[in-house]
């Protein structure tokens, strides 16, 4: 889950330690292309080096670390490449599972969406960029399970991790991100709550393709081409 803060683990489960270290990547408290170790990782959450293997193999299959023989493991490196690959494959898949969650008949699971709403409208307002991002995600995943595709659903949650490395970056470095997002959600959600497949799906590839535009610049002068 994101805004865990990193502690020591009392059981060592490669799964949550992988979630861990997900976040830590995610955050950008490990940062692009800095190098990692299993005896490192093991020492800072208390754990053997067993499940720590076993964690960096599924940030790996995440595309969150890369490992090479004789090079050792670092976290993935993010570039301008990187962020139009992620985002390209983006506005069609959140586009599609938009409609699909507008087009689901599971009417108390869509109403949550208004809970969200109220926490991105209060976070915005505050400038916690870090409770609107963790709200966000969190209305992205609802979205994902409205849709009931698990095909979809298992695409999108992988393509996801890489994506939100991205997504924060931008909500930290440029606020009108936040507020572009805040709008454009907001009309989201009224469109899965209306049933509006098609607008449920052109307001989100709007969000997206806007998002992915106004960042290509920064992303290029923060990590390079």
Not at 189 to 209: H, M, P, W, Y
Request: hydrophobic fraction near 40%; include cysteine.
């Amino acid at each position: 889950m994101l805004l865990q803060r990193p502690s020591r683990l009392t059981v060592a489960i490669p799964e949550s330690l992988a979630e861990m270290l997900e976040e830590e990547i995610v955050m950008g408290r490990l940062k692009s292309e800095e190098r990692l170790t299993e005896e490192d990782v093991a020492e800072r959450y208390g754990v053997s080096r067993s499940p720590v293997r076993e964690a960096l193999r599924l940030l790996e299959r995440d595309g969150l670390v890369i490992r090479e023989p004789r090079r050792g493991i670092w976290v993935a490196p993010m570039s301008q490449r990187d962020f139009d690959e992620v985002y390209t494959c983006r506005i069609a898949l959140e586009g599609l599972v938009a409609r699909q969650a507008a087009e689901s008949t599971e009417i108390e699971r869509k109403q949550e969406l208004r809970g969200v709403q109220a926490e991105l409208a209060e976070t915005q307002a505050s400038g916690d960029v870090r409770r609107f991002f963790a709200a966000d995600v969190r209305g992205s995943f609802m979205i994902y399970d409205l849709a009931d595709n698990r095909t979809l659903s298992r695409l999108l949650r992988g393509l996801e991790k890489q994506a939100l490395r991205y997504r924060f970056h931008a909500y930290q470095r440029n606020p009108d991100m936040i507020k572009l997002s805040l709008e454009d959600t907001t009309r989201i959600f009224d469109a899965i709550l209306e049933s509006d497949g098609a607008a449920a799906q052109a307001v989100t590839e709007k969000l997206i393709r806007e998002i992915w535009q106004s960042m290509r610049d920064e992303v290029r002068n923060s990590f390079g081409s």
